[in-house]
């Protein structure tokens, strides 16, 4: 069976894990978490770069820099994971959902400014696949009506909007190493911060509420708890484990796009003959290869051909569920239409897309789905 994802290991995660043990520092905050922090504020130039314990707790800290209270209202995309909602509700908020593009799964920025209210407290694009949103109309937005910006990059590492790396355009981002992503370390996360006010406290409610950083940094002579917080650090193993993949950063991206461009080259055929639609990468954007995807023309297409990858042995999946369909949120949301998320929900396909995966593999991959149409 080749599956769906493999997560890749570059051979120095052990080392760096055991020099972490050895060190004698594994709670959170040790050498490895700020070589990582380091490593990301230098390679993409985020103002202050603070490791989570996974992409949620980044958008829960990032609520709560935002002062998200009872009553005020967030615009998001309806395609996309829970967190991504989840981080805001928990804080009071009510969601507004945006429908996605129609030729494109990220949300469609043409119908933001009708959903904003007086009541509208912040936007959270989400670069679907590591493609960007159009962020341009989503800032000009925010400065007009002073709303907040939180990029959901969860996918989005290592990719870009104009030329600036995502992440680094709205007031603060979100990232996720899960093990799925393409840098990856097995759980984990990342805040990052690029308007100053907020740094700060930042780093108090990363450390439960307290003012423990300036005092290991020797700005203040104790520590004590001085606002809200959680528990957000991951242990300095996690931060080994992930130093070892951001050290081999080109080199996994450059696998991963050339995997993506293989299949794209070899399924043209198939768009061109109207039997799917391949992604569509905007101008300003472009495609770090975190999945690659395909859209069917029917919800039954797409189920028939999930199975007849199945019984070949690969293992192809759909993804999200609209939210605003949700069983949690339906009754709450507003009643409108989202017709391109449902079908983006209903008819996208992703193909499996890992590190390991080889050429010959791809071919094999895209000869059977090209046998699919030529049977059906």
């Known amino acids: 069976m080749i599956q769906f994802n493999k997560p890749y290991l570059t051979g120095k995660e052990a080392?760096?894990?055991?020099?972490?043990?050895?060190?004698?520092?594994?709670?959170?905050?040790?050498?490895?978490t700020k070589k990582c922090q380091h490593f990301l504020e230098e390679k993409f130039g985020f103002r202050k770069c603070l490791l989570t314990t996974s992409c949620t707790d980044a958008l829960e800290m990032a609520a709560i820099l935002i002062d998200i209270?009872?009553?005020?209202?967030?615009?998001?995309?309806?395609?996309?994971?829970?967190?991504?909602?989840?981080?805001f509700v928990l804080r009071g908020a009510k969601i507004v959902f945006a429908d996605s593009q129609k030729e494109y799964p990220n949300m469609d920025c043409d119908t933001l400014e009708h959903l904003i209210t007086d009541r509208t407290k912040a936007i959270v694009p989400v670069h679907y696949a590591g493609v960007a949103c159009d962020m341009n109309q989503i800032m000009k937005l925010a400065q007009?009506?002073?709303?907040?910006?939180?990029?959901?990059a969860a996918q989005a590492i290592d990719s870009y909007y104009n030329g600036t790396p995502l992440g680094k355009l709205g007031h603060m981002a979100a990232f996720s190493f899960h093990e799925t992503k393409n840098i990856q370390a097995g759980e984990g996360g990342m805040l990052a911060i690029n308007d100053p006010k907020f740094i700060k406290r930042a780093e108090i409610i990363w450390e439960k509420g307290t003012n423990r950083a300036e005092f290991f940094r020797g700005e203040v002579n104790k520590y004590g708890w001085v606002d809200i917080g959680s528990s957000f650090l991951p242990s300095d193993v996690i931060a080994a484990f992930l130093y070892a993949q951001l050290e081999n950063m080109d080199n996994i991206q450059q696998q991963r796009r050339h995997i993506w461009t293989q299949y794209y080259n070899n399924l043209t055929h198939l768009q061109a003959a109207g039997h799917i639609k391949l992604p569509e990468i905007p101008e300003y954007a472009t495609n770090n290869a975190h999945m690659f995807f395909l859209i069917c023309n029917t919800p039954e297409e797409r189920t028939n051909l999930i199975k007849y990858l199945k019984n070949n042995q690969i293992n192809a999946v759909f993804h999200y569920l609209?939210?605003?369909?949700?069983?949690?949120?339906?009754?709450?949301?507003?009643?409108?239409?989202?017709?391109?998320?449902s079908i983006f929900s209903e008819q996208l396909l992703r193909l499996p897309l890992y590190y390991e995966?080889?050429?010959s593999q791809i071919i094999d991959i895209c000869n059977l789905i090209h046998k699919f149409y030529e049977e059906n």
């Open 357 to 359: 995966l080889t050429d």
């Open 322 to 341: 609209p939210l605003h369909l949700s069983d949690f949120y339906a009754n709450k949301h507003d009643g409108r239409t989202l017709n391109n998320a």
């Open 15 to 32: 080392h760096y894990m055991y020099q972490a043990v050895y060190n004698g520092h594994i709670s959170g905050n040790g050498q490895f």
């Open 144 to 152: 007009k009506y002073n709303l907040f910006v939180i990029e959901d």
């Open 69 to 87: 209270k009872e009553g005020d209202e967030v615009i998001m995309p309806s395609f996309t994971f829970v967190s991504t909602a989840n981080a």
